[in-house]
């Protein structure tokens, strides 16, 4: 079954809307999860890591403010798309490490905004 | 330069063919090497990992060469259900990965 469960798999919204994505570890708990983006034909670029109980760590070039990250417990991880634009329509998706195992990836989520 | 470099293919080869994949990454500090397997709009999907010695999973032959900083996969056999984009993944500390652009693979009967 899923290690990690991300929901929802797919939103549609207008220009303008915030879109919030949940990425949650099932059965263990993750102090570290990761989001990616990925577009069309390219690969997954990281976003940010996702800390429980700090701020996220956000890699060069993505807004802080334009992607909240939320990693209030150990299980949970929220990113949210604020005032979302039809540039930010891509496919998002989160995962978590399970020791001893290596990451595991949520089923993605693709926004698409109109 | 990218961080992890492959040939973004794709690789149109018939069924029963042999196929090799390259990667080929730049920073000598990382740590850990992977495939992954990713079929269209899902995530990705662990296929192996990548030891210096080299190591095999059936049909799939891994092999990395750290002094070259050189990362193969190699698929024998080939199955229309192998048709994917593999991407080559490296793990640095804290558990970050880059991931290269991915090569796609089309099998045809």
């Known amino acids: 079954g899923a290690v990690v469960s991300q929901h929802p798999s797919r939103v549609i919204c207008k220009s303008g809307t915030s879109v919030k994505i949940e990425c949650r570890s099932l059965?263990?708990?993750?102090?570290?999860m990761f989001w990616y983006r990925q577009f069309p034909k390219q690969s997954l670029m990281l976003m940010a890591t996702?800390?429980?109980?700090?701020?996220?760590?956000?890699e060069q070039g993505v807004e802080k403010d334009k992607f909240l990250i939320n990693h209030a417990s150990l299980t949970l991880s929220t990113l949210t798309v604020t005032s979302a634009h039809p540039e930010d329509s891509s496919f998002y998706i989160c995962?978590?490490?399970?020791?001893?195992?290596?990451?595991?990836f949520g089923s993605g989520t693709q926004l698409s905004v109109l | 330069r990218k961080e992890v470099e492959q040939d973004p293919g794709p690789f149109n080869v018939p069924e029963g063919a042999t196929v090799a994949f390259n990667c080929t990454y730049s920073?000598?500090?990382?740590?850990?090497f992977f495939w992954y397997r990713q079929d269209c709009r899902k995530e990705p999907k662990l296929l192996m990992s990548?030891?210096?010695s080299g190591n095999e999973d059936g049909r799939f032959t891994a092999q990395l060469n750290r002094a070259s900083q050189y990362i193969s996969l190699l698929i024998r056999d080939s199955k229309l259900s192998d048709s994917a984009t593999y991407l080559c993944?490296?793990?640095?500390?804290?558990?970050?990965?880059?991931f290269g652009g991915g090569t796609r693979l089309m099998v045809k009967p």
């Open positions: 995962s978590a490490n399970r020791e001893p195992e290596k990451l595991f």
């Open positions: 059965d263990f708990q993750a102090t570290t």
């Open positions: 996702s800390n429980e109980g700090s701020k996220a760590t956000y």
């Open positions: 920073n000598s500090a990382s740590q850990s």
């Open positions: 990548v030891y210096s």
């Open positions: 993944v490296v793990g640095n500390a804290g558990n970050m990965l880059t």
